[in-house]
Every structure is written in C-alpha cells, then in structure tokens.
C-alpha cells in the first residue's frame, strides 16, 4: 500500500484517521445528496462507512486507491440504507450555488433568472446515471474504471454515459451562452 494516511490509520493513528474523516465528509455529503434529500440517511452512512473503516484498518493493505475505496464503501452503504427505506430518489435540486463575475452582475435580474432555468432544464434532461457518472468523473476526478466500478457497469458504458452527457449539455448549453454572449457584447458596446 503506498498511501500513508491509510498506512497511519493501518498502525492504530487516531488524528490520521480523524483528518481522513474531515476530509471526506463534506464530500460524501455533497455526493449522498444526489441520491436523496435525507441527510439523516447520509450522515448515517458516512459514519458506518467509518466506523467500518476503523473496524477493518489492519486488512487495508490491499487498498490500492484510497479514494475509490471510500467512494465504493460509502455508496454501497448508501443505496443499501436508502433502499431499506424504500425510497430511492436522486436530487436533481442539491446543485450548489454558482457566484457569478462582475460581469454577470450587471446584466438584469431577468437575465439571470431566466438563463438558470434554461441551464436547470438542460441539467434535468440528463438521467440519474448521467448526473452521477459526471459528479464521480469531474468533480471526484475519479478515473472511467473507478466510476464504472462504482456504477456497477462496463468501462465502454461509463464513456459512452460520458460522452452523451456531455453532447446533451453541451448542444443545450451553447445555445444559452451564445445568447448570454451577445447580451453582453450588446451591453458593452
């Protein structure tokens, strides 16, 4: 195993396991979020996935990546907690709040409003699967392995996931920045 912290963690370290858990809970968080809007659900998954780390710290020596590890244990949880409940639900909703430059500002109220819904609407055209594939791909910078082992699916379906979400977005999206483009060259000139 090259990675130190699980190494640490490995040998009984407390305050490495203590920052491996800060690191990560934010992001599991953000992540459980697409699946459901039940943070007591989330939180409880994070926390089995650690304390089941901690239970399981001498056989860590097979982890070759941590990261995908993590990801791994914490989805499985998840889904396995949100189907006992009987209600798997991906929220569409839980995307952050972007800050716009100064630019942007300027431009009306309206404008804003209505460019949201537009990239809201492209954004909810994209399946469950899509909208986690790209989640895993480019905000976790996991690897297209990584991601179709969490998917549960084939290398050549995660690229294929990929690159018809991507075309969606982006046939969707080019429309609305063209136009937002044009206002603002419009408001410049």
Known sequence: ????????IRNGDVEAYSGLYKEYYRRFYNYGRKFTSNTHLIEDSIQEVFLDLWKRREKL????????????????????????????????????????????????????????VKLQKAIKTLTGRQLEAIFLKFYEGLSYKEVASILNISVK???????????????????????????LLMLFA
């Open 1 to 8: 195993m090259d990675n130190p912290v699980f190494q640490h």
């Open 61 to 116: 020596s097979h982890v070759d990546s941590p990261n995908f590890y993590l990801y791994s244990s914490f989805r499985y949880v998840l889904i396995k907690k949100i189907r006992q409940h009987d209600k798997i639900v991906f929220n569409q909703s839980a995307e952050e709040d972007y800050e716009f430059s100064i630019e942007n500002v300027i431009v009306s109220k309206e404008l804003n409003e209505e460019l949201q």
């Open 157 to 183: 379906a995660t690229y294929k996931i990929m690159a018809r979400s991507l075309l969606a977005l982006k046939e969707k999206v080019m429309m609305l920045l063209l136009l937002f483009e044009y206002l």
